[in-house]
């Protein structure tokens, strides 16, 4: 599995905590699903939303994570994980192709957005969603040592 906080999420994440322009953590963020990349690779960190492709149409749209969905980080294998509850996004009206990961962005719109994290799933699994399919992700955060 390959994650990453691209420069922009980083860059968040320090005004939050260093009293930047951000001085408070969000209260929502959005989770989305991507179909770029691969099942096993992630964007660059310098790289951002222009080069990752989202399911389009058929219903989809990102789903919501509210501030107190997350639990408390706690150790894994190789540093700190914290993971929020299931998040169920709305049933495909049709086929929104193969989804690699998921990614966590401040903004709810299907436009240009900074990507603040993006991952694969943990299996390494490509997940096919065709007509009718639903697809229920319990996003984690990963911080390794």
Known sequence: MAETFPQEGLDRLLQINAGGSYTSAPTVLWLGLFVSQSA??????????????????????????????????????????????????????????????????????????????????DDNSQLPIATYDRVQVAPSIKFSY
């Open 40 to 121: 096993t690779t992630v964007i660059a960190p310098t790289a951002g939303m222009s080069i990752v492709t989202e399911p389009s149409g058929y219903a989809y749209v990102r789903a919501t994570i509210l501030a107190t969905f997350w639990g408390a980080a706690t150790f894994y294998a190789s540093g700190r994980i914290v993971t929020a509850s299931q998040i169920a996004f709305p049933t495909a009206g049709g086929v929104w192709g193969s989804v690699n990961g998921f990614f966590l962005t401040p903004t709810s719109g299907l436009a240009a957005a900074p990507i603040l994290y993006q991952a694969n799933f």
